[in-house]
């Protein structure tokens, strides 16, 4: 829990975004998770006091709708990211459909992946677009190797809607960038 709130509590961007907005979310009885991380920073920023009881309200709402944060068991800190972001956003969207002119902070750090699906026997393609927010790499000596590896085409068993073969391969690249990936990077990634 603590790794994962210091990675978003540490963007600048994501903090000052919760921040900036205050007086929207603030005015909602919903948002007791972006509650959670105004009150955190601001107590980073201070001398600590009352942070143990906020990181008991932060995992208390994430317990809401994952159970397994309601006792003291260890959990993946990559998972605890993920529900947490999932939990923002969806805090944002409420807030969003209140009319509100709401900029979530979750959205800073989505990017768009195009997947494409190509059946092995026909060459049958299917493509399609999603937004990611967080990318799960296998660590290399350096972030593009880490990059490539992922963006490798692999094998994927699934019925073709022409052929009806069930081998094909499934290849990602980036439509946008996320923030934070050098120009380097672009270079070997973009499809």
């Given amino acids: 829990m603590n790794s994962a709130l210091q990675c978003l509590l540490e963007l600048p961007a994501f903090s000052r975004e919760i921040q900036r907005q205050q007086d929207i979310w603030s005015s909602y009885c919903s948002s007791e998770l972006l509650r959670c991380f105004a009150e955190l920073q601001k107590t980073r920023m201070s001398d600590g006091t009352g942070k143990a009881r906020i990181l008991r309200s932060v995992k208390s709402c994430l317990s809401i709708g994952h159970e397994e944060y309601e006792d003291d068991a260890e959990q993946d800190a990559h998972e605890f990211l993920l529900h947490l972001l999932c939990q923002l956003k969806e805090e944002g969207q409420r807030l969003k459909g209140s009319q509100v002119q709401y900029i979530c902070p979750v959205e800073q750090l989505e990017f ?53 073969s069930s081998d094909a391969y499934v290849s990602t690249h980036f439509i946008t960038m996320p923030r934070g990936l050098n120009a380097s990077c672009e270079a070997v990634l973009c499809g």
């Fill in 112 to 164: 768009m992946m195009n997947t494409t699906r190509t059946c092995t026997s026909c060459g049958a393609v299917v493509c399609g677009q999603e937004n990611y927010n967080h990318l799960s790499l296998n660590l290399s000596g350096h972030l593009t190797h880490s990059l490539e590896d992922y963006f490798m085409p692999t094998p994927l068993e699934c019925k073709c809607w022409n052929c009806s």
